[in-house]
């Protein structure tokens, strides 16, 4: 395993990598959990408002991310493309402190917060790069530690914005965020070496547009298990305290421990990938969210809950670690559009999921909700089924 690691490291910029991504994760997360808190106390948002700016913001960031993606594996420069993105983003944390009315503030955050949407997709689409180039055997445990890196910096991220908020306020939290961004940024600018920009060679359209077709499938698939994890994110505190009547300690030891599990599950899924296809991998986590699903459908006490996290947590692991590979495979050419892809794919998901969720929750009940997420995987299991014989398909765009 030493070996391997060093290996890694082998990899141009596999360094630069790892702290950038890092740092996207700690950055996002430090602001996320008060950012509901200071858009409906401080700027007067009712919640119905605050759910509206969240959708148009994270829509932006999809149409951001297919424009940028499309373009960004021939005719632009990713250095450039992170440098911009990260600057943006740090303008958008900023604009929260600077605009109080509510359509500009929807509209600066949404520009700024979309084209800042695209950081973290194009430094994976870098690092699958130099990774090709280094004749890496080892890319899906590469990519998968690097993803380890953004669930690292959402695990300590939180506590950091703690502090800070504790220490200085909001203004403190806003500008602390946006100094992260600027500091990847500057590490970007001075460290990593700017691509040639390489014209690929364009296939015959109607064999493009049928590869292209294929990969609606797994993308689907991906787009409702993102949706089921965000539900489950969200309905499950609420099901703990009004159903099973526990505690809030229950709710914080069910989160704590599924997100320190997360890292090295999928520590270990990447060391796997050359056992077995992330393809595979994905069908697996189908598996382990029916189980899952199943048991909090059926529990009567919190405990059970708590000990179906190791079930939650691998299922996480499979589906944001070995599912960022799992695309980056079938586009092994262009890996600016295969992590736009699953980007986009995972805030789709996410929106989905909340908004879904939280509808079923009000008007069927709690319990409902997680048989509703059992059929819903079923569904991407059958997917995902359906589409095994193919080996990975080697896009051209």
């Known amino acids: 395993m030493y070996t391997r690691l060093k290996n890694l490291f082998a990899i141009k910029g596999y360094s630069l990598f790892v702290i950038c991504v890092l740092l996207v994760g700690t950055g996002i997360s430090i602001t996320l959990p008060y950012l509901a808190l200071y858009c409906t106390e401080y700027l007067g948002m009712s919640a119905g408002a605050f759910g509206v700016?969240?959708?148009?913001?994270?829509?932006?960031?999809?149409?951001?991310?297919?424009?940028?993606?499309?373009?960004?594996?021939?005719?632009?420069?990713?250095?450039?493309?992170?440098?911009?993105?990260?600057?943006?983003?740090?303008?958008?944390?900023?604009?929260?402190?600077?605009?109080?009315?509510?359509?500009?503030?929807?509209?600066?955050?949404?520009?700024?917060?979309?084209?800042?949407?695209?950081?973290?997709?194009?430094i994976y689409a870098y690092a699958q790069e130099s990774a090709n180039e280094s004749n890496s055997d080892d890319k899906t445990f590469a990519m998968s530690t690097l993803r380890s890196l953004v669930s690292l910096g959402f695990l300590t991220g939180p506590l950091i914005g703690t502090i800070i908020l504790g220490a200085v306020g909001y203004k403190g939290l806003f500008l602390g965020t946006s100094l992260i961004f600027l500091t990847i940024a500057s590490l970007v600018l001075l460290l990593l070496p700017r691509r040639k920009v390489v014209q690929k060679k364009r296939s015959d359209k109607g064999e493009a547009s049928l590869k292209r077709k294929k990969v609606w499938y797994p993308l689907i698939a991906l787009i409702l298990l993102f949706?089921?994890?965000?539900?489950?994110?969200?309905?499950?505190?609420?099901?703990?305290?009004?159903?099973?009547?526990?505690?809030?300690?229950?709710?914080?030891?069910?989160?704590?421990?599924?997100a320190g599990l997360e890292i090295p599950i999928m520590f270990a899924l990447g060391a796997m990938g050359r056992k077995i296809s992330n393809h595979s991998l994905m069908i697996i986590a189908c598996f382990i969210?029916?189980?899952?699903?199943?048991?909090?459908?059926?529990?009567?006490?919190?405990?059970?809950?708590?000990?179906?996290?190791?079930?939650?947590?691998?299922f996480v692991a499979i589906v944001m670690g070995n599912g960022l590979s799992?695309?980056?495979?079938?586009?092994?050419?262009?890996?600016?559009?295969?992590?736009t892809i699953y980007y986009n794919g995972s805030?789709?998901?996410?929106?989905?999921?909340?908004?879904?969720?939280?509808?079923?929750?009000?008007?069927?009940?709690?319990?409902?909700?997680?048989?509703?997420?059992?059929?819903?995987?079923?569904?991407?299991?059958?997917?995902?089924?359906?589409?095994?014989?193919?080996k990975d398909v080697n896009v051209a765009i």
């Not at 999809?62 to 992170?82: E, F």
């Not at 799992?326 to 992590?339: A, D, K, L, R």
């Not at 991407?380 to 014989?389: C, E, H, Q, V, Y």
């Open 347 to 390: 805030i789709i998901g996410r929106l989905v999921g909340n908004l879904g969720g939280g509808a079923i929750a009000q008007y069927a009940g709690f319990r409902d909700v997680y048989w509703m997420c059992l059929a819903i995987v079923v569904v991407s299991f059958f997917i995902l089924w359906m589409i095994r014989p193919r």
């Open 326 to 339: 799992y695309f980056t495979e079938m586009f092994p050419n262009s890996p600016g559009m295969s992590t």
């Open 53 to 122: 700016f969240t959708a148009v913001s994270s829509l932006s960031g999809v149409v951001a991310n297919s424009v940028i993606g499309k373009y960004s594996d021939g005719k632009l420069d990713r250095k450039i493309i992170i440098m911009l993105a990260t600057v943006s983003s740090a303008l958008g944390y900023t604009s929260y402190l600077v605009f109080d009315n509510f359509i500009i503030l929807l509209i600066i955050v949404s520009f700024f917060s979309g084209l800042g949407a695209s950081a973290m997709p194009q």
């Open 227 to 258: 949706a089921v994890n965000a539900i489950n994110g969200m309905v499950t505190p609420l099901f703990i305290i009004n159903e099973l009547h526990g505690t809030h300690t229950d709710v914080g030891l069910v989160v704590s421990i599924s």
């Open 289 to 314: 969210a029916i189980m899952y699903n199943v048991i909090l459908s059926v529990s009567t006490d919190s405990w059970q809950l708590i000990a179906a996290q190791l079930l939650q947590a691998a």
